[in-house]
């Protein structure tokens, strides 16, 4: 009697055409020397993984038959990764080759001269804004500190917080030198990091030309001459806080100086310039807190902008 057809003997490996056979464990010095890559750098069986694999696979082959040692320092060189990569100029993959190999490269080699990866720098989050009633009580209380000294180190913080933007990197080392009435406007000159001349708000004009008037010689406006970086800090820990009341934090009157700039609609490109920033990425923390304009003020400014 036949066999049923669902019992009919599979068809073996070797007798499909083209099917090629690829062996579970290395087997040829190439094989070996790529495996042990493989490992170091743990790569498993992700298909990006596998994909690194037949990279390192594919140039190892280049290298061998270009002469090269089985060498990770040889084959690896950024020389000799960049030769390859020429080699493959022809193909759309060319680019990722060199990606991939530029990134594992530096992982696998001792003194290959790769160039260090930079740092990565966190983006600087911006601290919370104060709101209106709290500036007015930041204000009160600054007024109300128990010593001179103290009274005037409050009200400096919050002339060049809210009228510059100046924080902790700046705020206690401006000078009366610093500040200049020129024409209308009222400057500040800050040093690094970012040297810059920053235009005060309109107004805290007086409060800031009062500051520099009244300054002890070449004291900083929030007194003496210490340029400790812990100034700030300083300072700040000695003020008096009534219960209840918010904390005065130079970062936050940097941050509310941004957003009203933005409430006003000052453009991006001269605020971050004022700012001191590289990029208006920052200024994402604050689009929450910006005043919503109504629908119909919206539909002017988006349709005919600038006018």
Request: proline share 7%.
């Amino acid at each position: 009697m036949s066999r049923p057809s669902r019992f009919r003997r599979p068809i073996s490996a070797q007798s499909r055409p083209g099917l090629t056979i690829v062996a579970s464990e290395p087997s040829t010095p190439v094989e070996h020397f790529v495996e042990a890559m493989a490992v170091d750098v743990a790569l498993g069986n992700s298909s990006s993984d596998r994909r690194t694999r037949r990279q390192l696979l594919r140039l190892t082959q280049w290298a061998t038959a270009e002469g090269m040692a089985l060498d990770r320092e040889v084959i690896l060189d950024p020389d000799a990764v960049e030769r390859f990569v020429t080699s493959l100029s022809e193909e759309r993959s060319a680019a990722t080759y060199r990606a991939v190999l530029r990134r594992v490269g530096p992982l696998l080699t001792k003194r290959a001269p790769w160039e260090p990866r930079a740092q990565a720098i966190p983006r600087r989050q911006l601290a919370p804004p104060y709101s209106h009633d709290e500036v007015y009580t930041l204000i009160d209380d600054a007024i109300n500190q128990p010593s001179w000294s103290r009274q005037r180190a409050a009200i400096a913080f919050l002339v060049l917080g809210l009228g510059a933007g100046l924080d902790g990197r700046w705020v206690t080392r401006v000078a009366a030198s610093h500040v200049r009435l020129e024409g209308d406007a009222v400057t500040v000159e800050v040093g690094e990091p970012s040297p810059r001349r920053v235009v005060c708000l309109m107004t805290w004009e007086e409060q800031l030309l009062g500051l520099a008037a009244t300054a002890q010689g070449d004291e900083f406006l929030v007194g003496g001459h210490s340029t400790s970086k812990n100034r700030t800090g300083e300072l700040t820990t000695r003020l008096a806080v009534p219960t209840g009341h918010p904390r005065l934090s130079p970062a936050r009157l940097r941050s509310t100086w941004l957003l009203w700039h933005l409430d006003a609609g000052t453009r991006l490109p001269e605020l971050c310039r004022a700012a001191g920033l590289q990029g208006a990425q920052v200024l994402g923390d604050l689009l929450a807190y910006a005043d919503p304009l109504c629908e119909l003020h919206s539909a002017e400014m988006l349709r005919a902008p600038g006018t």
